[in-house]
């Protein structure tokens, strides 16, 4: 009974002491018929501050931004061989869309032959409600 009992409060000490699985603050578009990949997806382990890298050929594409049950302070989205952002919007689930080039908070800056979008606390705030994030290479 003795070794139940122990194997059972270190099942539970081990489950208790695990991080809950960071919440998913982006997502691909349901039935999209783009063909964004999300490559890769860090988070540091107080879960303030994440990272996403994507990559979609054409590069037009959206994402859907869910922050409702995140605590982010900082978020940076890699658009991986896309040197050039014409257009970046964002369309919250009520209300006009966003000129996101233009909000407080919001950097975009080249790394190499990707850009990187950066998300600081400013522009979080007004995003947390939820929407879609629309990204423009180049108008045609």
């Known amino acids: 009974m003795k ?3 122990t194997g059972f409060l270190l099942v539970l000490l081990v489950a208790c002491s695990t991080p809950a699985p960071a919440p998913a ?3 691909k578009v349901p039935d999209s018929p783009r063909d964004l990949q ?3 997806t860090v988070f540091s382990p107080d879960r303030t501050e994440a990272a996403y ?3 979609e050929p054409t590069g037009i594409f959206a994402f859907d931004l869910d922050l409702s049950r ?5 978020l940076g989205i890699v658009v991986r061989r896309q ?3 014409e257009g970046l919007t964002f369309q919250p689930q009520a209300g006009p869309a966003l000129d ?3 909000m407080p908070g919001v950097t975009l800056s080249q790394q190499g032959e990707d850009l990187l979008i950066e998300l600081s606390p400013a522009a979080l705030a007004l ?4 929407g879609r994030v629309q990204f423009i290479n180049a108008y045609r």
């Not at 995140?70 to 900082?74: E, H, I």
């Open 100 to 102: 996101l080039k233009q």
């Open 127 to 130: 995003l947390k409600p939820g």
């Open 53 to 55: 890298v994507l990559v």
């Open 70 to 74: 995140a605590r982010l302070k900082k």
């Open 38 to 40: 999300i490559l890769q």
């Open 83 to 85: 040197s050039r952002c």
């Open 25 to 27: 603050v982006l997502r």
């Open 3 to 5: 070794t139940h009992l």
